[in-house]
């Protein structure tokens, strides 16, 4: 099978955009690990698919798929490389589009400065949605929210859970650039308590509206950046006091910024998506 697909990054988490607007795709989950091989295939953390709409409440369907293959329910920097996409390849003239994902609608609007800001709806924190099993812990308390003892290994990680549609776990640190992403990282997205696994966070806060973020990533590892990843640590921070307003957030790849009002309001997440080429792929039939 010849694929169309163009590559596209949001801050860097980098991205294989599908357009399965005028036919339908359909790839396994060997195909779909394939493309996002960075030696063997294209090379992306995520594959996203634009879909025409399921409804008439919205302009398109999104859908989002990690680079183990396995799909997902939400992606922020993906949200924002979608919008760029429909339209600069003319999909649409609207600037502000209604997006369905597994987890819900969107809004995202493309700026005139050409970068996207997405309403990312209310993050959730009822632990049974996120879905995060809290049975037996005691949580401790700081500001308006709790924290959760995690154990690593004998070891206690404090944790903020939430979801943005997808989950996380995130964690406060004293200098990011010296944080366990790659030792605890995986041993958090796969940690039982977490029964669909979890993308876990490490936040540095430099001031009130500055912090330096690192995501491992649930079927994908460490990214470049996490726009859900970024929202979800925003989020904390400001419910645990330790942030104000609006956010910097500084990833490794770009800097993103966060808006939340508090409990029940949406997240607001601003930053750029950038087309990288359109490309071309024979994609052999893998079960
Ligand atoms: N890169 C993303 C999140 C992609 C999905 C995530 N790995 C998950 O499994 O939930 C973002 O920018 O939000």
Not at 246 to 273: C, F, K, N, Y
Request: hydrophobic share 45%; charged share 20%; proline share 7%.
């Amino acid at each position: 099978m010849q694929l169309a697909f163009t590559k596209m990054h949001g801050a860097g988490n980098d991205f294989v955009v599908l357009d399965a607007t005028r036919a339908p795709i359909a790839l396994s989950a060997a195909q779909l690990r394939l493309l996002a091989d960075r030696h063997f295939g294209v090379g992306a953390d995520q594959i996203l698919m634009v879909e025409p709409p399921p409804s008439s409440e919205v302009d398109f369907r999104y859908r989002i798929f990690n680079a183990d293959g396995g799909e997902v329910e939400q992606c922020g920097n993906g949200a924002r490389c979608f919008v760029a996409y429909v339209h600069g390849k003319g999909l649409t003239d609207k600037r502000r589009i209604r997006v369905q994902t597994l987890s819900g609608i969107i809004e995202p609007e493309l700026q005139a400065d050409g970068r996207v800001t997405v309403d990312m709806g209310a993050p959730v924190f009822n632990l049974p949605q996120v879905p995060f099993d809290a049975s037996g812990l005691s949580p401790r308390q700081v500001d308006a929210w709790e924290q959760w003892p995690l154990d690593i290994d004998g070891a206690t990680a404090w944790i903020s859970v939430l979801s943005m549609g997808n989950p996380h776990a995130v964690q406060r640190v004293d200098d990011v650039d010296a944080a366990p992403v790659h030792s605890d990282g995986p041993r958090i997205e796969h940690h039982p308590r977490f029964p669909k696994r979890v993308n876990a966070g490490f936040m540095q806060i430099v001031d009130a509206h500055h912090i330096r973020l690192r995501v491992w990533e649930r079927g994908a590892g460490e990214t470049l950046a996490c726009g859900t990843g970024a929202c979800a640590a925003v989020v904390a921070g400001l419910r645990h006091g330790w942030l104000r307003d609006s956010v910097d957030v500084e990833t490794r790849g770009g800097l993103l910024t966060i808006a939340w009002a508090g409990p029940g309001q949406p997240v607001h997440m601003t930053g750029p998506a950038a087309f990288v080429f359109d490309g071309l792929i024979a994609l052999p039939d893998l079960p």
